[in-house]
């Protein structure tokens, strides 16, 4: 009898310490971006390296919401952090619930998402260009208002400016920041140099410093150019020890031979320059632009890995 009641009043001194350790959960970090020198650091004041995939659902393509969360799913399964959703005024004000729904999705799966926002320039006269960049300017700063609460955005001034000079672009960018500021103290904001997002063609330090630099790097028009090409520097190197660098697409060509092995090659190298130095990168895209897999990550209809979709995934099983 003895010995029963020792055990008794051992197992509850057990529970009773045990018993908290058992409810205990693994704290999640806290959502949040901030901008320290050249790193991004979340809330916690951790060093984060940003590692992605985009869409151009809000710019081109008319997707039902649950297929694309089906999309979305595949490579939250491979531990992406980041999304780019690229917007445009008219896909954006016709699909606004759909947004919202993608960004709540994101924050509940602790995946930031990044606003990029782009001007679609097919069959556009230089008049209506010029006015896509005013409704795109106003958009962008609707969206800063209108998430301003959310933890897990980032927000994009304009991906690939074009039709300026550069210090009609400095004078863009330093309105936009202004204003957007203005809303949101706190908002990281990406921005974009000329050449298609290539260049950044003199000194642009502005004063806020929760800024970090967007770099779209295609470096030849297609494969023969591609081959005849030594590259030895990237377009972020002389950037990455002062600013913090997402690659915001990348690949070989821009033009044609999309999916050769030159362009995959390519592709892999700057993945693991951008692994090796710990800069944060997004490719480009889940889109289903083609069926071979030359700029699509994901095959819509099977849900199976592209050439480049595997060694994207590769790359984020292993680093």
Not at 3 to 25: D, N
Not at 110 to 122: C, E, N, Q, V
Not at 289 to 303: A, N, P
């Amino acid at each position: 009898m003895k010995k029963l009641l020792l055990i008794l009043i051992t197992v509850e001194i057990l529970l009773i310490f045990l018993f908290p350790l058992i409810l205990k959960k693994n704290p999640q970090e806290k959502l949040g971006l901030h901008i320290n020198g050249k790193y991004f650091e979340t809330e916690n004041g951790r060093r984060i390296q940003l590692k992605g995939i985009s869409t151009m659902a809000f710019v081109r393509y008319d997707y039902d919401i649950r297929e694309l969360i089906k999309i979305f799913e595949i490579f939250k399964g491979y531990k992406i952090n980041l999304i780019t959703l690229y917007i445009s005024p008219d896909k954006v004000y016709k699909d606004q619930a759909k947004l919202d729904y993608l960004i709540e999705w994101a924050k509940n799966n602790s995946i930031y998402i990044y606003l990029l926002p782009t001007i679609d320039t097919s069959d556009a006269t230089l008049t209506i260009i010029q006015e896509k960049i005013v409704l795109t300017k106003k958009l962008s700063l609707e969206m800063i208002k209108r998430y301003k609460r959310e933890n897990n955005i980032i927000y994009g001034v304009w991906a690939e400016p074009f039709g300026v000079n550069w210090e009609e672009w400095k004078s863009y960018h330093r309105e936009f920041i202004d204003k957007a500021v203005a809303i949101n103290k706190k908002v990281v904001l990406g921005i974009s140099g000329l050449n298609n997002g290539r260049s950044f063609m003199g000194n642009f330090d502005f004063s806020y410093k929760n800024i970090f630099l967007d770099f779209h790097d295609y470096p030849a028009a297609n494969t023969d150019q591609l081959k005849k090409m030594q590259i030895k520097k990237f377009l972020w190197d002389k950037y990455v020890n002062k600013y913090a660098v997402l690659i915001g697409e990348f690949g070989g060509v821009y033009k044609e031979g999309f999916g050769t092995e030159e362009d995959k090659d390519y592709f892999q190298t700057v993945i693991n320059q951008a692994n090796q130095k710990k800069i944060s990168y997004v490719a480009y895209t889940i889109d289903p632009i083609d069926k071979e897999g030359g700029l699509s990550l994901v095959d819509w209809k099977t849900k199976g890995l592209t050439k480049k979709g595997e060694i994207f995934v590769k790359s984020l099983l292993n680093n």
